[in-house]
Structures are given as C-alpha cells and as structure tokens.
C-alpha cells in the first residue's frame, strides 16, 4: 500500500504540552465528566476522570496513526485487524484507510476471524475472565473481580466489544506495547487512536482479523 504522510506531526506534540500545562495550572481543566458502564449492575454512571494522569505519552501512541491508500474489496466502515503487521485499518471508502498501530495477542492467545462490533463502551470496567483470573494466581497475581473505568483500567478510555466472545478492541495505558504481541487476544490501541475509532464506528459494523 503507498501510504500517504501522517496526519498527526508536531502540532500533536505542541497540543499535548499546552494541554498539560493548562491541566497544571487549573483543577478544574484537570478533571472530565465521562459516561463508564457499571459492569455489575447493567447501567451507566457519571463519575469524574483525572485527565491529568492521560496527558501526553499515557495517551499518544508512540506510532502516529495516518491516512493510507486502500483498494480492497472491504468496504466503507469495516475495520481490518493485521495482526502480523499489527496494524488496524479503518476503511474510509474514499480510496483509503486510517491506519493505527495496535497490540496483538501473544503466542497462544493469536486468533483470526470475523466478528461484528455488539456494544461500544465509554471508560469500560474490567471483569477479567476466570481463566485469566486462575492463570494469574498461578503466577502469583490476584487480579480484582471488577476494575472501574478510569486512567488506571487496562482497557484505556474506550472498548469496542466483538461478538459475543471475550475480545475487545480497547485502550491501554501502556502505549510503549504497541506494536506488540503482549495481549490476552485483545486488540490494543493508544487511548487517543481508540476515542478516534469509538467516534467513526457503530454497533454490528464488521471487524476482520487477519
């Protein structure tokens, strides 16, 4: 694919650091109202985010997302995991795509496949599963029964759930993993490339994962 120049350059990089210093000088800048979805009782909430703590590198993949050209046979809307290249493609229907550098399962944990998109989700709390929660505490780590939404939740600032299987396309506040097999057969993204996605996106859109 011919790729065309990245969109995100140094005006990114100048926004983050006016950002970050608005956020220090007002605590009122510093905090978010954001909708989270309570896991354990089927409802959103409101609850106030630290922005602070999602400022600069927490948020911004070490790996810009950009425009590429795009001629196959999906079309407008569908998203196109490849894990071996671990990018995530976002198909514009123009002729391009927006690409996004992710992370990919690791060995073992690897799949391929179609799904479609069947909840989308602002600051998802985290029920890990109890397989991950039995081969943690084999390894010593007691994972919690549910994590709330927030800047410390391994599933970032948004979730995209495929199916009715375990995988989500998500955050994370380990952006330094992208464009790496470290996952649990998640698709990982930097938070800002996630919030980019969650927008374009709808409930039933396809997903592929090659």
Request: proline letters at 5%; hydrophobic letters at 40%; one cysteine or more.
């Amino acid at each position: 694919m011919r790729v065309v120049r990245p969109i995100v350059s140094r005006s990114r990089i100048a926004a983050f650091s006016i950002l970050s210093a608005l956020f220090a000088a007002s605590p009122a800048l510093a905090e978010q109202a954001v909708r989270q979805f309570d896991a354990r009782t089927g409802t959103w909430t409101v609850k106030r985010i630290d922005t602070r703590k999602l400022s600069g590198r927490l948020s911004a993949s070490p790996i810009p997302a950009q425009t590429v050209a795009y001629a196959g046979e999906f079309k407008r809307g569908t998203i196109i995991v490849d894990t071996g290249k671990r990018r995530l493609l976002y198909i514009n229907g123009d002729g391009t795509a927006r690409q996004y550098a992710i992370g990919v399962g690791r060995e073992g944990f690897a799949w391929k496949g179609k799904q479609k998109i069947s909840r989308k989700a602002e600051w998802p709390s985290w029920t890990p599963p109890a397989e991950m929660v039995s081969r943690e505490a084999r390894k010593g780590r007691i994972l919690p029964a549910t994590m709330e939404g927030g800047p410390e939740n391994p599933l970032g600032a948004r979730a995209l759930y495929l199916g009715d299987t375990l995988y989500r396309i998500h955050g994370t506040n380990e952006p330094w993993t992208l464009g790496k097999a470290v996952s649990s057969g998640c698709i990982r993204m930097a938070n800002d490339d996630v919030v980019e996605l969650f927008d374009r996106v709808s409930v039933g859109s396809l997903v592929v994962v090659r």
